[in-house]
């Protein structure tokens, strides 16, 4: 996709009342990754270069609060409700500087208050020796991804050291019966359900729901001199753990890791997967360079870089990568690419940036308008195809 075909994508978006989005279903107006506060990124940041109208902004998020957003715990998330509509304003705001001042004060109190109780609770699990859903530590649902807003919203503030502190909490091993665990080993599969797949449960590596985003936050809060106490300490434990399980042969990460092959201390079965944002190799690659770069280790920026290298330039690994989106696909793997590239140095970060480049070549349209899986997110990588955008949109992703 180029930025021609983004811009038309943009234009087939510009109103609210445009064919084929899903404006009927409940969820549409509060979801960043399929709904409005997404699609609303993609037409601010082509306000921020004087590309479009900024009335496009304001029609879509009128949409946004046409109803009242969703608030608490269990019902919102980075991805959905206060949190995610507060992302989308928070890029406008960079944008027109004060214009959501109020809207933005008034959820942050909101998600400031959810957020404590989220860690209360917590805090009360990990005390009481059980195991964590996914969804309290990850990037999608859980803690890791409501600092990621916090990071860029509040980076001083007690909300995001109480998220990093329960992190390094969270680094620590368990007990479970007789056996040793990850402090974030999750009983259940990786669709949060009890599986006969996923006897005694499982460790997931992945940047959406797995380890790799608690650590991304950690090292990037690092990086901007946000820590807590531990915090370095837990980064390396996390670094240690996961380079046990990289496939020895090659330079990737599994997706998952089943209680069988942790008791036994045996490597997933090495099947070549998508290198996505979500589960993958790029993803789990930036997040180690970032860490690299947060700690000053080198030798593990070094590593991170030819990972990420080999897994969007490996044939087999680009064979099996059959969608555009940033969550799955092509667009993501150039979105990561773009942004690995502005912390490289020469000759990697010109290699990072041409393969940016050529992986937005083979990034379609789908048919979904969402930011995730749909055309607002390919759209925004061709649009942004250097490392930094303007709104900054895509650090809800952990890559920056």
């Not at 009890?194 to 380890?211: K, R, S, T, V, W």
């Not at 650590?215 to 390396?236: F, K, N, P, W």
């Not at 912390?343 to 083979?362: C, F, N």
Request: charged share 15%; glycine share 10%; proline share 8%.
């Amino acid at each position: 996709m180029t930025a021609n075909q983004a811009l038309e994508i943009a234009d087939q978006l510009a109103h609210p009342d445009a064919p084929g989005v899903p404006s009927t279903q409940p969820w549409w107006p509060q979801s960043l990754a399929h709904g409005v506060p997404g699609i609303a990124l993609l037409h601010i940041e082509l306000a921020a270069a004087g590309m479009r109208p900024w009335q496009r902004v304001q029609d879509w998020l009128a949409v946004a609060v046409r109803t009242p957003v969703t608030v608490g715990a269990g019902s919102s998330g980075p991805f959905y409700g206060a949190p995610a509509l507060a992302h989308t304003l928070a890029c406008a705001d960079r944008v027109r500087t004060g214009s959501y001042r109020t809207a933005l004060a008034k959820l942050d109190a909101r998600i400031a208050s959810d957020t404590r109780g989220r860690v209360e609770t917590a805090h009360a699990r990990i005390a009481s020796g059980d195991l964590p859903a996914l969804a309290e530590f990850g990037t999608l649902r859980g803690l890791a991804g409501i600092g990621a807003y916090l990071l860029h919203r509040h980076p001083t503030g007690p909300t995001l050291r109480a998220i990093l502190q329960y992190l390094v909490e969270l680094t620590r091993p368990i007990t479970d019966a007789t056996e040793t665990l990850p402090g974030w080993w999750s009983p259940t599969g990786p669709t949060g359900q009890q599986e006969d797949d996923f006897p005694g449960g499982h460790a997931n590596f992945g940047l959406a729901h797995g380890i790799s985003g608690p650590l991304a936050l950690l090292a990037t809060a690092l990086r901007h001199d946000i820590a807590v106490s531990g915090q370095r300490e837990a980064i390396t434990a996390l670094c240690t753990w996961i380079d046990h399980w990289r496939t020895p042969t090659s330079t990737t990460w599994p997706y998952l890791l089943r209680r069988c092959e942790l008791t036994n201390g045996t490597q997933p079965h090495p099947t070549p997967r998508p290198p996505s944002w979500c589960y993958g190799t790029a993803g789990q690659a930036r997040t180690h360079q970032i860490a690299a770069l947060a700690t000053g280790d080198t030798q593990r920026q070094h590593m991170a870089e030819n990972a990420l290298i080999a897994a969007l330039s490996e044939p087999n690994l680009r064979a099996v990568t059959t969608d555009a989106s940033l969550c799955h696909g092509y667009a993501g793997l150039a979105r990561i690419a773009a942004r690995a590239a502005t912390d490289a140095k020469q000759p990697t970060s010109e290699r990072l940036a041409e393969l940016g480049r050529d992986l937005m070549q083979h990034a379609y349209t789908p048919t979904d308008p969402g930011l995730l899986e749909g055309t607002t997110g390919v759209a925004l990588s061709a649009l942004t195809s250097t490392g930094v955008p303007p709104t900054g949109w895509d650090t809800c992703l952990l890559i920056a």
